[in-house]
């Protein structure tokens, strides 16, 4: 079972009239067969899936290998007018996930409802990542008023696991039509990073020569020129740009396009599917990746045991510090795995799955061989990673209580934030296989099996904050509980960062919280434990030693302690610090606590919050309040919004509050209304950024926390 990879779309709204598209399918009614098509034998094998593996979105349709059958199976399409047309071409994405042996997949065309006539075939022998199929067909079938295609599988499906299909379109084609079909990079990537576009010829002209650009936002055109080819309708090619991909962090719309196609100046025959736009997203700094293995497993099931001790199992052995990874146990084969839950089934909807064992690795589909484990491994560590993860948990009787945060250094818009919480070994969930003890089983997943959305800004911490009765669970013992988190890309499925989280003694919090602004210069600091805390090794918590526990920095001023004095509550879980003088204003501040211990002996961790005190005096410079920067506090990366009313931008200095100027910027513009400034050499502190335009100027108050 091999990775899958994601295509764009290509681009068919508003196609000139001299290209007609005749049907369009997405499959996004969610129902099998769509309204208007059909299906020829083995109709319980085909499904609407809520997958996307085929290389577009969900839902897309899906033919599995269950009920097993050996004959012919046929999705046929609506009847179709096509009277005075010669030729068309159809175009759908696929992906297969081959089990052994081989059979047959392809298109096959029909008028009037006669005998079906194979336009195109394959004999399939191995699994197929999301790939493009497009088949020209000049037949004289076509022409009719009553003219069908079908896309069909002939052989035995025990030899295939699944098969997915998305976006079929037929279209009778434009003379001379080059189309961008795909843009091949990466949405997040740091540093120069290879460029490829895929070149597909939509018309019935042979293209013989083209023009292919890319540009990142408005900064420099760069192309390339293609000579000496022969595509024919339906034939592609990928072109590998010499040019490399490399601009500063930020979010960028990069666009490429094909032209001078054949040597004409002029546009071709339909302009509309020249161009194609993406957006990357360069991160501010990348941070180490956790691989994320999820296996799909159940104790009535024989390979799985023979997987889980011949492959996994010594793989854990080896690299389990280097990962994290959780199992759901299914209910099936025959009565399946005791401990299957609705949680797990949703994690299994989710992608598609069918079989166990299966696994998923940052959330594509892997082999379960070794080779492709220890590929997919590798393939993991050396992949960018830009989100941090931390979390800590405590366990009372049957409630595990989950504080944490997660911050991502480019802003990530559709993601979901999952948190599992499972047991590390089981035993009573042995049945027939021959195992008798089963790892990381998953227990619960919060908040439900389809986790929760998240939205990131670049910089900005959010709050993992969870708290869980497991008694009506299946947990064996509470004491062998764990917390895993994973962070899951909603387009792609690929996992952004995933994370254990560290049993605690305590959960702290803290008011001020950590990144709080605008915090009062004259009021006491708390700091909250989940439990009663002592001293590590025992002592009693007292208010002169807090003192010794706790720190409070003027990180302005290169980290200068702040003196205060300290009250610790009688129950032992609230300490309260008041400093001796007022705290400065506009001014960052840092505190931390370190590890302590419950009255059971268990550690805490050290916890640390920084915090901008609140502006009272006027600095007596202007503000532009129709923009703002964020993520504020910043740390390597800031992006300046409304800037479009400042009209064209001149210069761009950072000055700190005694007005002396410490750096001029080069500031990126990411949109019309929106700059980003990077801030290398910059040190902790509090700015005033000047940002000078011909229409306008202002400053606006930036704090810096690296």
């Not at 099931?301 to 990874?325: K, L, M, R, T, Y």
């Not at 209910?331 to 799955?353: I, L, M, Q």
């Amino acid at each position: 079972m091999k990775k899958t990879l994601l295509f764009l779309s290509v681009l068919i709204a508003g196609l000139c009239v001299n290209a007609q598209v005749v049907l369009n399918e997405t499959f996004s009614a969610g129902t099998m067969p769509p309204a208007g098509w059909s299906i020829d034998a083995q109709a319980s094998n085909w499904s609407a899936s809520q997958s996307a593996n085929a290389g577009s979105s969900s839902p897309e349709a899906k033919m599995s290998w269950s009920p097993q059958f050996n004959t012919t199976t046929r999705l046929i399409s609506p009847s179709m007018n096509l009277s005075g047309s010669s030729t068309v071409l159809l175009q759908f994405k696929q992906m297969i996930d081959h089990y052994s042996g081989n059979y047959q997949i392809g298109v096959a065309i029909r008028s009037n409802g006669g005998v079906w006539s194979n336009a195109w075939t394959r004999t399939v022998t191995t699994s197929y990542a999301s790939e493009q199929i497009s088949v020209a067909i000049n037949d004289a079938i076509v022409n009719s008023a009553d003219f069908q295609f079908c896309i069909f599988f002939s052989g035995n499906s025990y030899n295939l696991n699944d098969w997915y299909i998305d976006d079929i379109l037929l279209t009778k084609p434009a003379s001379t039509d080059a189309a961008i079909s795909s843009i091949n990079i990466p949405t997040y990537f740091t540093g120069a990073t290879n460029l490829s576009t895929t070149v597909t010829n939509m018309g019935l002209t042979s293209l013989s020569s083209f023009r292919v650009s890319w540009q990142v936002d408005d900064f420099d055109v760069y192309t390339g020129n293609v000579s000496g080819q022969n595509l024919t309708l339906g034939e592609s090619m990928i072109y590998t740009f010499t040019d490399s991909v490399d601009v500063q962090s930020g979010i960028y719309s990069l666009k490429v396009w094909v032209d001078q196609v054949n040597g004409l100046a002029a546009a071709d025959d339909v302009p509309e599917n020249d161009t194609l736009n993406k957006t990357i997203r360069i991160p501010t700094q990348t941070v180490p990746r956790k691989p994320f293995f999820e296996e799909f497993t159940s104790s009535t099931c024989a390979p799985c045991a023979s997987f889980n001790n011949s492959v996994f199992n010594p793989f854990i052995a080896q690299h389990g510090d280097e990962v994290v990874f959780v199992k759901y146990q299914m209910n099936w084969p025959g009565s399946g795995d005791p401990y299957y839950t609705a949680e797990g089934g949703s994690r299994k909807n989710y992608y598609g799955v069918n079989a166990v064992p299966m696994l998923f690795v940052d959330g594509k589909n892997v082999a379960t061989s070794s080779a492709a484990v220890n590929t997919a491994f590798n393939n993991s560590l050396s992949s960018t990673a830009f989100v941090d993860i931390h979390a800590y948990y405590t366990i009372d009787g049957n409630t595990v209580s989950i504080d944490g945060s997660i911050t991502s250094y480019t802003d990530i818009e559709n993601a979901t934030l999952h948190v599992v919480v499972f047991e590390g070994i089981t035993t009573e969930n042995k049945r027939t296989n021959g195992e008798t003890q089963f790892h990381h089983v998953m227990m619960r997943l919060l908040p439900d099996g389809n986790g929760s959305a998240a939205v990131l800004q670049t910089g900005v911490p959010q709050s993992i904050n969870h708290v869980v009765d497991m008694t009506s669970t299946n947990v064996e013992e509470m004491s062998d509980l764990y917390v895993a988190v994973y962070l899951q890309d909603n387009e792609t499925k690929g996992i952004f960062q995933a994370a254990y989280g560290g049993l605690s003694g305590a959960l702290i919090s803290s008011d001020p919280h950590n990144s709080a602004t605008n915090v009062n210069i004259d009021e006491p600091i708390t700091i909250e434990f989940s439990h009663a805390v002592r001293l590590s090794g025992g002592e009693e918590l007292t208010n002169a030693s807090a003192i010794t526990v706790v720190s409070l920095t003027n990180s302005d001023a290169g980290g200068t302690p702040v003196e205060f004095s300290a009250d610790v509550n009688p129950d032992k879980n609230i300490i309260t610090i008041t400093p001796t003088s007022v705290l400065q204003e506009s001014t960052l501040y840092e505190l931390t606590v370190a590890p302590l211990e419950n009255f059971n002996g268990l550690a805490t961790y050290q916890y640390s919050a920084a915090f901008t005190t609140k502006t009272i005096t006027s600095s007596g410079l202007s503000e532009i309040g129709m923009y703002k920067a964020y993520p504020n506090p910043a740390a390597n990366f800031v992006v300046i919004s409304g800037v479009s009313a400042l009209g064209k931008i001149s210069a761009v200095s950072a000055a700190d509050l005694s007005g002396r100027e410490i750096m001029n910027f080069n500031p990126q513009r990411i949109t019309a209304d929106e700059i980003s400034l990077s801030l290398a050499g910059l040190k902790n502190g509090i700015y005033l950024l000047s940002i000078k335009g011909d229409s306008k100027s202002g400053t606006l108050r930036l704090v810096v926390i690296n």
